[in-house]
């Protein structure tokens, strides 16, 4: 414990408030320079800034001290429906604080969860974060990844459609499946993949990456993973002879069953959620941190 009066005096001084629009640009520095500097303050800015609700209460909260931010959690906030119902939910991410005021962290996760009606999912916590979730009762999600080589086949169902027109596609799309697509659309580094069979038709986003040196799909969403299954040998071989894709990386989670693969799972990023009023099968990753930023 540090016996310096003037180090106590500036952590007791520090007050904690929400982000509101007019902080935005101020937030988004403080995160370029403390959080990660691959993102100019103006890409911070445009995903701190998302949210897919009319009107949100806040963007997250901070700690100031001084005038001077010293610590962030970002919140994007959403309306989802969930079988039918609409849900809010509280994504928070994006969680920085400076090394003299840490231990004022867990004040900027609790101003968050203490808001009401609130389903809150957290997407990438850092690794002292882990236990802090887990002790406020947030529920792990299964964190497994399936690995798959895209390998060509002469034999399986489904087709990749073809559409002229964003119009056209819509129509083809259940409409909260629409809304989804509609919803995520103008992110560039995201990309989207159609699929049918008969009159049956859904889609699924993924991120390009690298595994083993080699392009890998991660396949971050699928709209109806019953339909995907069925669909799987010629969306694997669409990823490798359209876009180079060698592999494609699944969260477990997302399927609805296995998925025979030659590679062993790996372990993912740790997810929660906190909600009593629906199940991790409902927890999708979109509306979140992991589409607004080009993580």
């Known amino acids: 414990m540090s016996n310096n009066p003037k180090k106590h005096s500036a952590v007791d001084a520090t007050n904690l408030t929400p982000i509101l629009e007019e902080d935005l640009d101020d937030v988004a520095l403080f995160l370029h320079h403390h959080m990660n500097n691959r993102f100019t303050q103006s890409e911070w800015k445009q995903g701190i800034s998302q949210s897919w609700m009319p009107e949100v209460p806040n963007y997250g909260f901070m700690l100031k001290n001084d005038a001077q931010i010293v610590g962030v959690l970002c919140a994007i906030y959403s309306e989802q429906s969930i079988a039918g119902e609409l849900k809010r939910f509280c994504n928070p991410h994006s969680w920085c604080v400076l090394a003299e005021f840490r231990k004022r962290s867990i004040e900027l996760v609790l101003a968050l969860i203490q808001q009401k ?120 071989a669409h990823l490798l002879l359209k876009h180079g894709l060698f592999t494609s990386k699944i969260e477990a989670r997302l399927l609805d069953q296995p998925i025979k693969s030659w590679f062993k799972p790996e372990q993912g990023t740790q997810k929660f959620y906190l909600s009593d009023e629906i199940s991790a099968d409902n927890i999708q990753n979109l509306y979140s941190e992991l589409v607004a930023l080009d993580l």
């Open 117 to 236: 009606a609130y389903i809150f999912t957290m997407f990438s916590p850092n690794k002292d974060g882990l236990e802090i979730f887990r002790y406020l009762k947030f529920k792990p999600l299964d964190n497994h990844v399936l690995i798959f080589l895209n390998w060509p086949s002469a034999f399986g169902a489904g087709q990749i459609p073809e559409f002229r027109d964003n119009q056209q596609l819509l129509q083809h799309l259940p409409e909260p499946v629409a809304k989804q697509y509609q919803d995520h659309a103008h992110f560039s580094w995201l990309n989207y993949l159609f699929f049918k069979e008969g009159n049956r038709y859904g889609f699924l986003i993924y991120k390009r990456r690298l595994y083993k040196r080699l392009g890998s799909a991660w396949i971050m969403y699928i709209s109806d993973a019953a339909l995907f299954r069925q669909c799987w040998p010629a969306i694997r």
